[in-house]
């Protein structure tokens, strides 16, 4: 039986009389693009990120990019983030003519490291931008005082990372802005592409809301070139049953992520996620780190697939190493420890539905590969 990455079919199954329900209502209502379902979710959803305001967009990537913008993020500025994640993140900079400069992760967490932090800043940096990689909070209390420090923004990328916590402290709430994804294989997947920008500030709010509709205020009043990034009422409403259930799935999770450490620490060469004391992940990936060169993590993939189960490598190339970045003018070296990670990072199948007899198989599997490659 093949073991999926993420298994939407199951979810879907398990809550299929709520979400058909309420996509016949949009679909009765004749309301499709925004309107009191966008509404009702948004308020949802801030109450959710402890935040004051949320504003739905269309995806992830769009949160990330209006937010920079309404944060006043222009051409000629800079902004610092990681090296080892999803292009969305520096290719929002990037996009509002501002040049995204990294900062090495740490090794332990795979998030940016505060302490590489400092030496990057110039004057024309404006803002920090870390990710909270897999669902594990980035080192929020450095970067904040790092930001103040220097008065600079915090724009927190929350793409796998919603719900999670640090002391208490929900990720995308303490930042300036969090920017969330309802992409499918996120922990709060709509069945299309969403996006939210979650924040304690006024101005953002009014702004992301302004950007989102050809920058507009009223109809047909324009103040500025803006964009058509709304987040639809289908979504909405589908994401509004999920949310429900939300709290529950990603204790799911975890409760499978803690399995899966358990049962993999007894073999050399893997290392599992570190857990951060007082930390909460949402465990939206669970990677692991294959350290015993030997194991080859290409051939281990392969093996895994052979026998049905489907991994994936986030992130297989560092972005200062993308074609798309050469105008930045790094080289292979630059940030070693997101190159390391690159190469030994293995991301297991990880969802809700998740059996432990599945885990226990993906075990056994990896298991026998040690085994026939000859490690103990
Ligand atoms: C998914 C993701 C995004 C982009 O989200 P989309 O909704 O797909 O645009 C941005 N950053 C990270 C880290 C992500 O995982």
Known sequence: MTIPLVDLKAQYDSIKAEIDAAVQKVIQSGQFILGPEVKAFENE???????????????GTDALHLTLLASGIKSGDEVITTPFTFIATAESIAKCGARPVFADIDPKTYNIDPTQIEAKITPKTKAILPV??????????????IARKHNLKVIEDCAQALGAEHKGKKVGSQGDAGCLSFFPSKNLGAYGDGGMVVTNDPKITETVRILRVHGSKTTYQHFTHGFNSRLDALQASILRVKLKHLEKWSALRRSK???YNRLLSQLDGIETPFIEKDSKSSCNYYTIRVKDSRLKRGDLRKHLDS????TMVYYPLSLHLQEVYKYLGHKLGD?????????????????????????EQIVRV??????VIGGR
Do not use: N
């Open 366 to 371: 990896i298991g026998d590969w040690r085994s």
């Open 45 to 59: 959803m801030a109450a959710y990120c402890a935040t004051k305001y949320a504003v739905g967009v269309a995806s």
């Open 132 to 145: 909270h990689l897999y669902g594990q909070p980035a080192a929020m209390e450095r970067i904040l005082e």
């Open 335 to 359: 940030f070693p420890q997101s190159e390391q990670a690159q190469e030994q990072v293995l991301s297991l199948p990880m969802y809700p539905e998740l059996s432990e007899e599945q885990i």
């Open 257 to 259: 992520a803690l399995l």
């Open 307 to 310: 026998k049905g189960i489907q």
